[in-house]
């Protein structure tokens, strides 16, 4: 065990080497570190861009524009820490920028002033990762960034007005309809057969607080 973990850790640490050496001829503009970084962490990035985007196409300019963004701003990234939450966060903060314009937040009610929604982990268990991604990308766009800024990107509800210019309230009340919406669309699906194609670690990264009380 303890050879496999030196295995994994030498790999982790050569993989680390690469991406500083890629982040450092991409400060200096070269198109081909630009091009392996961009490479490298697509699937990670894509993954972000597919669950705001309303469909692939989206999903496509979105995540050109955070790359952009990244490269543009690649010299202001401390070395001493992690890159994968930076990329993900001008990713995240991209897609939002991106759907900023189209959002409309109408007044609502507290969460507080709602009968919570029932559990749906029955029917969720049935889906699988794409299969659920697909129903949060039929969300409305306001209800479709809420839901993802705080039911998978961990961020509260006061981060999320801030982020997008609402109240607590509104933010609440958008995450109480997203999921609503969910589980309406979840309990439709009762009646189809889907084959789980993804591991447990993918299929709870939606699941995360998607049953659990609000903050």
Known sequence: MCFERRIVTAKRDKEDILIQKYIQGCIRNERDSQKALYQHFYSFAMGICLRYANDRLDAVGILNDG?????KNIAKYEPTKAFLPWLGRIITNTAIDYYRANLKFADHLDV????YVAEVSSIYDKL???DLLALVQELSPGYRTVFNLFAIDGYT???IAEMLGISVGTSK???FKARQKLQEMLKATETNTYQVRSSEVDRNLLQVRLNTNMQ
Not at 67 to 71: G, L, R, S, T, V
Not at 112 to 115: A, I, L, N, S
């Open 157 to 159: 509800h006061e981060e």
């Open 173 to 175: 009340s958008n995450l």
């Open 67 to 71: 790359f952009f963004k990244a490269f």
């Open 128 to 130: 699988a990762y794409q």
């Open 112 to 115: 507080t002033d709602h009968e």
